[in-house]
């Protein structure tokens, strides 16, 4: 089984809608964190949190929000979707500032 | 500033040739420093690290970097590429004591037959 898992895979929404986009680790990690992903922009933060009790925002929070229901889940929301919002949405994990474990991507379209 | 460069954004090579993919970064702490894989429809995979010790790295698929502190890089190498090495390949630097990691634009990779 892989050890970060997101849920779903593909959505397409239509604006206005509000959206969740779901991570879960097996990892046992305390540190998790959303990314998204656009074209030749590389990976931008969107939030991290270190437990279940802090959590941050990024350097692209704005029109998103996180809830970390436990130690192992970790879930983005869009609450009032855009077309702008349309990438490719990354979990990952990590113990410290090691090595980053990736889920395998949520390719959200807004139309 | 804090970033990390990678200049290069296509690459194409043929299968057998060696590889080299640069990044530059500016940190101003000591650099943990990856290079991780994204092959289509994938997540990332981290192919090695660099925290201390050693500068030359060994990774995953028979890839290396070579942390140059002088030049501030962590360029990837590889020998002979071969056709399922064709991906996208991020560098990514993080330091000790924070919670960011700063990743490069990435450089996708195409090899030809």
């Known amino acids: 089984d892989a050890d970060v898992t997101q849920t779903p895979r593909n959505r397409i929404t239509k604006t206005g809608k509000r959206i969740m986009l779901e991570c879960s680790q097996t990892?046992?990690?305390?540190?998790m964190y959303w990314y998204r992903q656009d074209p030749g922009l590389g990976l931008r933060l969107i939030y991290y949190s270190f437990d279940v009790k802090d959590i941050n925002k990024g350097e692209i929070s704005d029109g998103y929000s996180v809830s970390r229901q436990a130690q192992a889940k970790f879930s983005l929301s869009l609450e009032s979707a855009i077309p702008n919002q349309t990438a490719l949405y990354f979990c990952a994990t990590s113990e410290g500032v090691g090595e980053q474990y990736f889920g395998p991507g949520t390719r959200l379209t807004v139309t | 500033a804090q970033s990390v460069t990678q200049p290069d954004i296509h690459i194409t090579v043929s299968e057998g040739a060696s590889l080299e993919l640069r990044c530059n970064y500016s940190y101003g702490a000591t650099p943990y420093l990856f290079w991780y894989v994204q092959s289509p429809g994938q997540g990332l995979q981290l192919l090695l690290k660099?925290?201390?010790?050693?500068?030359l790295v060994q990774g995953i698929k028979g890839f290396e970097a070579e942390f140059k502190r002088s030049q501030s890089s962590f360029n990837l190498r590889k020998p002979s590429v071969h056709w399922s090495d064709a991906a996208e390949y991020f560098c990514a630097v993080g330091a000790q004591g924070t919670y960011k990691y700063i990743f490069g634009t990435g450089t996708r990779l195409k090899v030809l037959a």
């Open positions: 660099y925290f201390s010790g050693d500068t």
């Open positions: 990892k046992g990690h305390d540190r």
